[in-house]
């Protein structure tokens, strides 16, 4: 059995060992305050085992709960417990996160919003890197809920199924947090690696947790639920709690989630993931101080169950605790090529095709233009918040099927420049606008496994143009190749040295060895 150590403490949101020198490696399994009443304590975890054997619990709690079994897999995972396909596609997700989120620093709610949370908190000592501010810096909360915005900001990150954006709420947060500790306890790659995923899986298992939660969202945003729980778990990892202390962070977290879906298509919507990666990860510092919560949380329907009406815990349980790999191992997730809603991406890819046919038709001279062009037909499934016919902003501009299809047939891309402003009201584009109608056939479903979107163009010549879209190149059944998942990063990230880009590549591509963080940091603090 592992000594106790007396709880850590944190000065200007750095973490000490009351004087201790002791490595992150050593303490991750260490017990807080909240741990202290387990019989037998914590031990060394078992690697490869499958998680229905839980932590020794606290006389009062039942054997097993939904609540017991999520915590002891936050607390106790190891490197060992990542698969090599999980190792390849976390490290895939976190070289893709950094780049749209060094991007995304350029976008107007992150400029906004940092200038709001800088003057706000302006005697907090910046300790953990503004990515892509080419040096600002901040205290680890607000760095995650700026990095996590920007993250979000453009709706290029990554998405998964079910529907959610998993990397937004995590990765700002472990790095933030992870930047903060000193001496010993600063963690390695690995050490990030392991909390990073420990994230990306209690996002996965809530999302299975009902059947609401599989489905298209329409009521509450999920990084803004299952996102803040993913984060609470991940720093409570990366911070060595036990799973006393991780319940006690999840129990916390859920009281900071929810945001309702009314505010996608708007400069609030990059808020959801900002929000989650912050608060996640001062629910897991509350934690580690000794503040507790209800220790069933995930087993109530007046708890988690609160944001999901026909949640099931004992379904659950039963369905998903004796899996042997993480979620991640088998499915997963989709890395655009657009900075747009991923349903747009169907939208996109079926218009590219009609494009290439228009022009090698001939019926049109080296670009499709507006008054060639008699009518647009796009067939999509139904949403309310995705089909903008005339959109005025750049946020619903990412949310409309009509303006990416028509972005699309006339300038043959879709890039971040397209949702300029000065793009966006070209007399061009909206006289395609004009001439786009949106049908939903029945048998369109609305899922990101099952749907489809399909083009017609009638051109006035008579001739009619048709594409189809079933899964779109970046989709998780058709992923970016690696020389296109590299390049997206370089493109996102065109204002560092070369060099400098090759170094994040490489160190990302170090994530599950023993190196040492530092380097990441410095070139992250630019």
């Known amino acids: 059995m592992m000594q106790q150590m007396s709880k850590p403490t944190f000065v200007m949101g750095r973490r000490l060992c009351n004087g201790r020198a002791s490595s992150l490696l050593s303490c991750r399994h260490q017990s807080s305050a909240l741990d202290s009443d387990l019989p037998g304590g914590t031990g060394a975890p078992t690697s490869g085992r499958t998680y229905t054997q839980v932590a020794v619990q606290p006389r009062c709690l039942p054997a097993v709960s939904v609540t017991a079994w999520i915590s002891d897999l936050a607390a106790n995972a190891t490197l060992d417990d990542l698969s090599d396909v999980t ?21 107007e709610a992150t400029r906004k919003i940092m200038s709001c949370m800088l003057q706000c908190y302006s005697t907090t ?20 809920f700026i990095n996590g915005i920007s993250v979000h900001s453009m709706d290029f990150d990554d998405t998964w199924d079910p529907a959610t954006h998993p990397s937004g709420p995590v990765l700002p947060a472990v790095m933030a947090l992870a930047e903060s500790l000193t001496g010993d306890y600063r963690p390695t790659l690995a050490d990030m690696l392991v909390a990073y995923n420990v994230g990306i899986q209690v996002q996965g298992l809530l999302l299975r947790c009902s059947d609401s939660a599989r489905a298209i969202p329409d009521r509450f945003h999920p990084p803004a639920v299952v996102g803040v729980m993913g984060s609470a778990a991940a720093c409570a990892r990366l911070l060595g709690a036990g799973p006393s202390t991780v319940r006690h962070a999840l129990a916390v977290a859920t009281s900071f989630a929810g945001a309702p879906m009314a505010n996608a298509g708007t400069p609030t919507k990059p808020v959801h993931a900002g929000k989650a990666a912050r608060f996640g990860m001062e629910a897991a510092l509350m934690a580690s101080y000794g503040l507790s919560g209800n220790h069933d949380i995930l087993d109530m329907k007046s708890g988690f169950g609160a944001f999901y009406h026909d949640y099931d815990p004992e379904s659950f349980l039963a369905a998903h605790s004796s899996n042997k790999h993480f979620i991640l191992h088998s499915q997963d997730v989709a890395i655009k090529r657009y900075p747009a809603h991923l349903g747009m991406h169907w939208t996109i890819d079926a218009t590219m095709a009609v494009r290439e046919a228009i022009l090698a038709s001939g019926s049109t001279f080296r670009q499709v233009r507006p008054e060639d062009v008699m009518s647009i037909i796009i067939r999509a499934p139904p949403s309310k918040y995705i089909n903008r016919p005339l959109p005025s902003t750049t946020d619903e501009a990412r949310h409309s099927f009509q303006f990416n299809a028509c972005t699309a047939l006339l300038d043959g891309e879709v890039t971040p420049d397209s949702f300029i402003l000065s793009y966006m009201r070209r007399p061009q584009l909206h006289a395609l606008l004009r001439k786009t109608t949106l049908e939903t056939p029945a048998d369109n479903v609305a899922t990101f496994q099952d749907m489809y979107v399909e083009i017609q163009v009638t051109m006035k010549n008579g001739e009619v143009f048709k594409g189809r879209c079933d899964t779109p190149y970046g989709h998780w059944r058709h992923p970016l190749t690696r020389a296109d998942l590299e390049k997206k990063f370089l493109t996102n990230t065109k204002d560092m040295s070369f060099n400098h880009q090759r170094s994040l590549i490489a160190t990302v591509d170090l994530m599950n060895t023993d190196e040492k963080a530092d380097d990441l940091f410095e070139m992250l603090r630019g």
């Open 87 to 107: 190792v390849a596609r976390s490290k895939r997700m976190m070289l893709d996160t950094l780049g749209v989120g060094i991007l995304g620093f350029g976008s």
């Open 125 to 144: 000592k910046g300790e953990s890197a503004i990515w892509g501010s080419n040096g600002k810096t901040a205290s680890p909360p607000i760095a995650a």
